[in-house]
Structures are given as C-alpha cells and as structure tokens.
C-alpha cells in the first residue's frame, strides 16, 4: 500500500505504450520524414492504380478486340485467328472481316483520330470519364411534341433510335 | 499506418470494380450503336462524350463503311460484341 498516494508509474499507467502505441500529432503530419515518405509513396502508387483502372475499359478482352481490328498491321488471317473464340461459323466470319476491311481502307491520320475516340494505347481515352456524362434527351420527344429540334430533318428516326439513347 | 494502409487498398478495391463495371459496357453499347444508329442520331450520342472534333469526323468516315455493310451482318457483328461482354464478366448490353 501506498497510503492512496499514486506513484509516478501508476500516475502514467500506459506510458511505455504511448510512443508506439499512440503515436503522437507530430508523427501522422508528417514531420517524421519516414512517415511522410510512406504516406507520399502510399498515396501515389494508389493515385496511378486508381488510373490505371480507369483508363482501361474494364475488360481486357474487348480492348483487344477493338485494337486488333483498327490495326492496320494486323493481317486478316491473324485477325480471325484472334477472334476464333468469338466466331463460331463462316458468316460470321465473313461479316468481322468486312468490318475490319472498313478500317484497313483507312489512312493512317484517321485511324489514328478514330483512336482518340477509343480506349486503347494512342487515343486519349475518353472512355474513363463517360459515366459522369447524363444521357441525352431525345429529340423524338421535341417532334411528337411539336417543337422543332435543330434544322435538320428527324422523319426518319424511330422510337427504337432514340431508345438507344 | 496500417490501418490506414488496409482502408485505402480496400477503396482502392472498390473503385477499381465500379470503373470496370461502368466502362466496359458504355463501350460495347457505343459500338453497338455504332452499327445500328443513322448519322443524326449517333452525332447527337457521342456528343456527350466531348471528343475532339477530328475524332469525331473519323469515326463518321469509318461509319460510312460500316453502314454499307449488310443488315444480317451487322447483326452477326452485334452477337459476336455480345459474347465478347460474357467472357468479360457482363450481361450482354447490347441487346
């Protein structure tokens, strides 16, 4: 007993752990520069994951598929070789090649414009800020309604077209 | 430090499902649209992505060709994109 007096241990009872445990004000701000350094480290490497992620489309596969078909390097053997997976008959085929003759008919400077519009290596990957975009309002709606939408002609849009939308 | 660690790679983790599960299918669809849409109308839908006007005109150029591809065709094309999305991971959007 110590006739109710604390002693300078009991007067601290977790003093050996504050340093370790509880580390003090100083130390998460960052003047301790090991810990700065980490938190830096830390908050970069996520900041470049974070993008990663976004720039690509979400499926490497598809990313594939529409990098072949731009490339213009890329014979149309290969190409079928690489769609193999995809393309269970001759017609379908036949329809995947014409679409990639459509884009080796190109010139070099368009296919490297369609690029931009694409998330794939040379395009400026639009793609990564598309869902922050709100659907447009379709202007179906403003002719059945009686208004006048732009100047050019819509007579010949459908309901099926502006569900799309 | 730790603790600290684990919550940003769990956000990390979230947001890395959120942006894939987002993205992939936005870009079938467009594609898909691609196909289908006439030109008024498919101007007016990627609009919203604010592209560069000359990224824009080369895509319209390659759509000249692509429209003059047989209906059944593009339909085959279209099925094709849709098991392209279900080895993905996705429903197929393009329906």
Same mark, same amino acid.
């Given at each position: 007993?110590?006739?109710?007096?604390?002693?300078?241990?009991?007067?601290?009872?977790?003093?050996?752990?504050?340093?370790?445990?509880?580390?003090?004000?100083?130390?998460?701000?960052?003047?301790?520069?090991?810990?700065?350094?980490?938190?830096?480290?830390?908050?970069?490497?996520?900041?470049?994951?974070?993008?990663?992620?976004?720039?690509?489309?979400?499926?490497?596969?598809?990313?594939?598929?529409?990098?072949?078909?731009?490339?213009?390097?890329?014979?149309?053997?290969?190409?079928?070789?690489?769609?193999?997976?995809?393309?269970?008959?001759?017609?379908?085929?036949?329809?995947?090649?014409?679409?990639?003759?459509?884009?080796?008919?190109?010139?070099?400077?368009?296919?490297?414009?369609?690029?931009?519009?694409?998330?794939?290596?040379?395009?400026?990957?639009?793609?990564?800020?598309?869902?922050?975009?709100?659907?447009?309002?379709?202007?179906?709606?403003?002719?059945?309604?009686?208004?006048?939408?732009?100047?050019?002609?819509?007579?010949?849009?459908?309901?099926?077209?502006?569900?799309?939308? | 430090?730790? %603790?600290?660690?684990? =919550? %940003?790679? =769990?956000? %990390?983790?979230?947001?890395?499902?959120?942006?894939?599960?987002? =993205?992939?299918?936005?870009?079938?669809?467009?594609?898909?649209?691609?196909?289908?849409?006439?030109?008024?109308?498919?101007?007016?839908?990627?609009? *919203?992505?604010?592209?560069?006007?000359?990224? $824009?005109?080369?895509?319209?150029? $390659? *759509?000249?060709?692509?429209?003059?591809?047989?209906?059944?065709?593009? =339909? %085959?094309? *279209?099925?094709?994109?849709? *098991?392209?999305?279900?080895?993905?991971?996705?429903?197929?959007?393009?329906?």
């Amino acid at each position: 007993m110590n006739n109710g007096h604390l002693t300078d241990s009991q007067d601290v009872p977790n003093e050996g752990l504050s340093s370790s445990f509880c580390p003090g004000q100083h130390q998460l701000y960052g003047e301790n520069k090991e810990v700065k350094e980490t938190y830096l480290f830390t908050v970069g490497t996520m900041y470049m994951m974070w993008e990663f992620v976004l720039l690509s489309p979400g499926c490497a596969v598809l990313e594939d598929v529409v990098e072949d078909t731009i490339d213009l390097a890329l014979s149309m053997t290969e190409y079928l070789a690489a769609l193999q997976e995809f393309v269970s008959d001759a017609a379908t085929a036949k329809a995947v090649v014409e679409v990639k003759q459509c884009f080796l008919n190109q010139s070099n400077e368009t296919l490297a414009d369609y690029k931009k519009m694409m998330g794939i290596p040379g395009g400026e990957k639009i793609w990564k800020h598309q869902h922050h975009f709100s659907v447009n309002k379709c202007p179906m709606n403003d002719r059945i309604n009686g208004k006048t939408f732009g100047s050019e002609d819509y007579r010949e849009w459908s309901e099926t077209d502006c569900r799309l939308l | 430090m730790r %603790l600290s660690l684990s =919550v %940003l790679l =769990v956000t %990390l983790a979230l947001c890395c499902c959120e942006a894939s599960e987002i =993205v992939c299918p936005f870009l079938a669809i467009d594609m898909s649209s691609f196909l289908f849409t006439n030109d008024p109308l498919y101007k007016l839908q990627i609009a *919203k992505y604010q592209a560069p006007p000359e990224a $824009v005109e080369a895509k319209f150029e $390659v *759509k000249q060709c692509t429209d003059e591809i047989s209906f059944e065709n593009r =339909v %085959l094309i *279209k099925k094709t994109l849709g *098991k392209i999305l279900l080895k993905c991971g996705f429903a197929d959007f393009t329906n």
